[in-house]
């Protein structure tokens, strides 16, 4: 019999994609509603980008570029990288850290997981 633990675990390459995409939709939409685990996985890389952002030089960018996804913003002609360094990033520019916050919320209907907003304060 399998190790029970390890059955519905996931492998790395599946993490990774999942919080990239977490972390470039919170960015762009300012808040998402998630599991709990997925927020609190993704919390400390969303900091890290917004501290990248705060830096705007040309290797905090392309550090940006390595991990979030290039997809547009709301903004018109703006995509996820140009948006975190010209919108997000300028509104922390005097807080020093503590960019993300996680709500609680009832649990999911279907699996009963359970469920969280993360949103930029």
Do not use: C
């Not at 762009?28 to 509603?33: D, F, L, V």
């Not at 993704?42 to 830096?55: D, S």
């Amino acid at each position: 019999m399998a190790n029970p633990k390890q059955v519905f675990r996931r492998n790395t390459e599946w993490w990774n994609h999942v919080e990239r995409s977490l972390v470039t939709d919170l960015l762009i939409h300012g808040e998402i509603k998630t599991t709990l685990e997925r927020a609190k996985r993704i919390k400390p890389q969303a900091e890290k980008m917004i501290t990248l952002g705060k830096a705007n030089t040309l290797a905090s960018r392309r550090q940006a570029l390595k991990y979030l996804r290039l997809i547009d913003s709301n903004v018109a002609g703006k995509n996820s990288v140009q948006y975190l360094f010209d919108v997000v990033a300028p509104k922390y520019k005097e807080r020093n850290g503590g960019y993300t916050r996680i709500i609680k919320i009832s649990n999911r209907q279907g699996d009963n997981a359970k469920m969280a907003i993360i949103q930029l304060v």
